[in-house]
């Protein structure tokens, strides 16, 4: 992987004496999340191009990924780091670690045990009745070249199992990305799995994370018409479940996992979801205490 030299004059103050910095595609994440503004990324990519003459044709557009040879930030995580520039998301982190210090670590507690309960009890196969009109919500995953991951395919083959044990059950793909979207994606993998012609299926491929997915399937949902399952997998239904509680979506959730059975793996991104509902809760209850409009705009 060639390695270049360069002064990154730029961003820094004119005050400030400019050091050589050693910089790979792989550092370039830790470079962009540096940056103040979409403008100094853009003047970082541009040295790095005349540095290996490496050809950048154009910055994309805010929602497209930033690619190039060697080098590329995912639509998602393009994404994440305009939320890190939000200032209204660092509010809600600064008052999420004073209320953690307050605390001593207590409200952290309580929502790791609030997830983990969720996790473990969540059913794989929820209770519908065959009378009553029920909607499938399918939460998408970031794939890498078109191709869903472990998780990814358990979300696809619980939802082909649902589909196939209900033939009421209506199903909602949620999840944008470029082509192909995670949406179109799970369409792809239900359809080559065996899923009936005659299935009910609504693609959701604008959204870039849980609270879009959630945002944009409520237009889509037709009021009182039925049951709403939230299909995910286990580590990640408390964020869903908490989402939909703030859009006034009534609903269950439903497992991916047949069996409840973490393993390290599991347990650290269970503990990962609890320090970002400790977030976002603290944000948002942030929100509401100052009336802020815009902000609470965000989370509804």
Known sequence: MPQVFF?????LPKSRPCHPRRVTPRCLCRLARRARSDDNVRRLLQRLQTCASWRISSWPEPHSPVSTPG??????????FRLLRDTDALQGLVVALL???????????YYAIRVWN???RAPAWPDLDPQRPARLLLFGKRCE??????????RIQRALALAGRHPQLELLLLGGGPHPTEAEVAERELRAAGLSEAARITLEDQSRDTLENLRHARSLLREGEGDVL???SRYHLARCSLFAQWLGIEHRVCAA??????????????????A???WVESGRAWARLLGSERMLAKVS
């Open 7 to 11: 002064h990154s004059t730029d961003s």
């Open 71 to 80: 080098f590329q930030v995912s639509f998602r995580r393009a994404h994440r």
């Open 99 to 109: 209320l953690l210090a307050v605390t001593g670590g207590l409200l952290y507690v």
């Open 118 to 120: 969720i996790a473990r």
């Open 145 to 154: 070249d078109g191709e869903p991951d472990g998780d990814f395919q358990q």
């Open 230 to 232: 939230l299909l995910s």
């Open 257 to 274: 996992e047949e069996h409840w059975a973490p393993g390290w793996r599991e347990r650290g991104r269970l503990l990962l979801e609890a």
């Open 276 to 278: 970002y509902m400790v």
